[in-house]
């Protein structure tokens, strides 16, 4: 690593932060306006110390990108699927960045539609995005929605796919997703509030009328909730939904009566979480009803839906989580998870032999993908194993048979998953909780502490981090690395109890069951200390700001993607999107026993001198879900107390959001610095 490059030191500029009789000294909290041109200039000179400090890397970068992207099929295409009438494609072509959606009618040697051509509508953007593409039931029209900032907010447009002729009209600062009603001239969509970004509002639409008569059908006025509108598969009613952390609401209306008044499925309740789906003259009801917390399967009469007329259909039951349904006219498809691994079980409507997909790894992901059309048997899902790539399988209900429809192609010749192990190991938590760590690593590795291994985890809002296949990490594999997830609390890996011990007045346990899976790693010997390296991103990202701050001298280095760093700064600002709708995640700060919490762990207010691991930081300016001055202030802070020589880089991408660049390649670029990150730290040069 070069040593005669300046380091970057921002200016300080104390602002005193009050709440609850406390006050928090806050050096940098000028940088959360982007508009100042000091800001960007701060911004550049970081990027600028970054390019210098990784310059002799640069030839690895390319080395890494060239690699992964050789192991990609340049021109590849999805396995089509036949939703009325039509069957359906999205496609990639050689040389270009962007899918292709196309469609034809009737069978797959008809002629080829081409819907949009992403790589012509992205032309000169730096940042492009298509979304929630959307065709009404005569097969005429097309909604779709276009993102050119990375923030979230997609403009709606609607096309004429008999005409190819794009409509004039522009629906603004939208989730992108359009619902149409039978009468193929109404659709609904959802609004965004403009400054929190939360959704908000839904409004109704017809064609051929100004998008300013366009009406409000709801408003979602708690600001806690965010609101959404779709179709049921049974296309027989649309659905509002509103969605807290706690509670769900639902309100439905029949598809061939657009303009009625949408009518309560079942108002919330705090603690009463739900979805719902349509069947005959019934809806079925994955809740959490009579504390069932791991859920369970209801359903009730589409005359009378409250939930006092609910009934059960599957029981709740204490060691599976009942992850959701799908339904076909003769088949109930049930997901859900026991002891952290997927299971999908098949269901007779007639109630004659149920069964379970058989899968045999303990390291593999299943689950149900796209399955529109409702009068079938076959149920179309995907399987992977962290050596095993993804498939897609479409498998007869009646028969049991299945035919592997699509097998990712590993490009290059010198895949073969024979030459990889896959396992999952059980590493002891603080408090006895034993946590699972699924791991893959090349086949030969000795056990000596030798090993360079990536620690990975996200652990918030009950997202689970199933082990997957990626072509991308063989660039790490091959060259020695083990790469491990650590299903740490505040995932719901092993049910329900696992996202609520990992959450709120129980948050830390996310962080220490990280920090026991890496001690537990090295007292295995699967790598050293001088080895071992931490990666995480968002939510993620603040738990690689707790365990820098609490347990540095694991880790040789982390990375940190779009961190959450600034947790009470940021939970107290109701004006930034996410924040009110975090409060029963995080806690609400307003009350104290919450701030104090917060500010135990939050990895900004907790930035000590003290030695820190090697460490990069990445950021994009535009990003919606997590500020690029939450990193940017934790960075500047770091560099002025570490006591240490290791490296700290902060680089900031200047077009992108939270989920970084949006070409199909550009993104491997990014994965091309964090790896060249990592092996230059270990020596590895080539």
């Keep these: 690593m070069p040593e005669n490059i300046k380091t970057p030191i921002a200016k300080v500029k104390d602002t005193i932060l009050e709440k609850h009789g406390d006050q928090r000294l806050d050096p940098y909290y000028w940088l959360n306006d982007r508009e100042n041109p000091e800001v960007i200039a701060y911004l550049n000179e970081e990027n600028e110390y970054y390019n210098k400090m990784t310059a002799h890397t640069n030839d690895l970068q390319k080395t890494l990108f060239d690699e992964m992207k050789s192991r990609i099929k340049e021109d590849d295409e999805s396995v089509p699927y036949l939703y009325n009438g039509y069957y359906y494609i999205v496609k990639y072509e050689k040389g270009k960045d962007y899918p292709i959606y196309a469609r034809k009618k009737g069978s797959m040697s008809a002629k080829e539609e081409i819907l949009f051509d992403c790589n012509e509508m992205a032309k000169g953007h730096a940042y492009f995005s298509l979304s929630g593409l959307s065709v009404s039931d005569d097969n005429k029209w097309a909604a779709f929605g276009v993102d050119k900032v990375s923030r979230r907010q997609y403009e709606i447009q609607i096309k004429n796919l008999e005409t190819n002729e794009i409509l004039p009209d522009k629906i603004e600062n939208t989730t992108g997703g359009a619902t149409w009603a039978a009468d193929n001239k109404t659709f609904f969509y959802t609004l965004k509030d403009p400054v929190t970004l939360r959704s908000s509002k839904i409004y109704r639409h017809e064609l051929n009328t100004p998008v300013a008569d366009d009406v409000m059908v709801f408003h979602e006025k708690d600001e806690t909730f965010t609101t959404y509108v779709y179709k049921e598969k049974s296309k027989k009613y649309i659905v509002i939904g509103s969605n807290s952390t706690l509670s769900n609401e639902f309100q439905i209306l029949e598809t061939d009566n657009p303009k009625g008044n949408f009518r309560m499925f079942q108002k919330r309740i705090r603690g009463l979480e739900f979805s719902i789906s349509h069947f005959g003259d019934s809806f079925y009801v994955v809740t959490n009803k009579d504390k069932a917390f791991n859920f369970k399967l209801m359903k009730t009469p589409e005359n009378a839906t409250g939930y006092e007329n609910w009934t059960d259909v599957i029981p709740h039951r204490k060691e599976t989580l009942l992850e959701g349904v799908d339904i076909f006219k003769d088949y109930l498809v049930v997901e859900e998870r026991t002891n952290g691994l997927n299971k999908i079980q098949i269901r007779p409507w007639n109630g ?295 490296i700290l880089l902060f680089r900031t991408d200047m077009d992108a959001g939270h989920g970084g660049a949006s070409g199909r390649f550009e993104s491997l670029k990014e994965v091309a610095r964090e790896f060249s990150f990592l092996l230059d730290l270990e020596g590895i040069e080539k």
């Design 352 to 646: 004659v032999g149920a069964y379970y997909l058989p899968f045999e790894s303990e390291t593999y992901t299943a689950y149900t993908t796209t399955n529109v059309d409702f009068d079938t048997e076959i149920l179309r899902f995907a399987y992977q194993s962290m050596k095993t790539p993804s498939s897609v399988i479409d498998f007869n209900m009646r028969t049991q048979e299945k035919t592997v429809l699509k097998e990712q192609q590993v490009l290059g010749g010198k895949f073969d998953k024979d030459n990889y192990t896959e396992e999952r190991v059980w590493a002891t938590a603080t408090d006895g909780t034993k946590i699972p760590i699924s791991m893959v690593y090349r086949k030969g590795i000795k056990k000596d502490g030798s090993n360079p291994l990536l620690q990975y985890a996200y652990g918030s809002y009950g997202s689970s981090m199933d082990p997957y296949f990626s072509s991308i990490n063989l660039s790490l594999l091959d060259r020695g690395f083990i790469y491990a997830i650590a299903h740490v609390r505040g995932g719901e890996d092993l049910g329900r109890e696992w996202y609520e011990n990992g959450k709120l007045l129980k948050k830390m346990n996310t962080f220490t069951d990280f920090v026991d899976c890496s001690k537990f790693l090295i007292q295995e010997k699967y790598t050293s200390k001088d080895h071992l390296y931490a990666e995480g991103g968002s939510a993620g990202g603040l738990l690689m700001g707790v365990v820098v701050n609490i347990a540095p001298e694991l880790y040789n280095g982390v990375i940190a993607q779009v961190a959450f760093v600034d947790v009470v700064t940021t939970m107290l600002d109701e004006t930034i999107p996410l924040t009110t709708g975090e409060y029963d995640e995080w806690g609400n700060p307003n009350e104290k026993v919450y701030y104090d919490y917060m500010k135990s762990y939050s990895p900004y207010d907790n930035v000590k001198t003290q030695n820190y691991p090697n460490v990069l930081v990445t950021t994009g300016l535009h990003d919606s879900q997590v500020q690029y001055w939450e990193p940017a202030k934790w960075v500047a802070k770091i560099r002025t107390k570490k006591t240490d020589k290791n």
